[in-house]
Structure formats: structure tokens, C-alpha cells
């Protein structure tokens, strides 16, 4: 239920509580990490471009960015 929140709540920008949120979904479901790196990058917070920045960088990513 949690992944179901996350995603809707990252439409609602400026508010700590689904920063956090969004961060600790990133941080633990390495499954859909992906997924919480969109929704992230929805949320629009500057304070998660560091940690999306160092995951990119990740030796085990499937993908790289160019």
C-alpha cells in the first residue's frame, strides 16, 4: 500500500513528510528503485538529486546515462 501512496502523494510537492517518504522507498526497494527515482524526480525536491545523482552512478546499474 505504501508504493500506492508514495505515487500519488508525489504529485504534492513541499511538504517533508512524502519527501521522507519517497526517500525511504528509494533507499529500500532496491526491486523498484527505478520507480521511486521517477517518483522523486516528480516530487521536484532539490534535496534528492545527490542521492538520484549517486545511484546513476551505481557500478550495478543495468543502464547508464549518457
Known amino acids: 500500500g505504501r508504493d500506492i501512496f508514495a505515487d500519488i502523494l508525489s504529485n504534492y510537492p513541499g511538504d517533508d513528510r512524502i519527501y521522507e517518504l519517497l526517500k525511504e522507498r528509494f533507499v529500500t526497494r532496491d526491486d523498484r528503485r527505478a520507480l ?15 542521492m538520484l545523482k549517486e545511484a546513476a552512478q551505481s557500478p550495478g546499474l543495468p543502464y547508464r546515462m549518457i
Do not use: H, N, T, V
Open 36 to 50: 521511486f527515482a521517477s517518483y522523486l524526480a516528480k516530487f521536484g525536491d532539490d534535496r534528492a538529486i545527490p
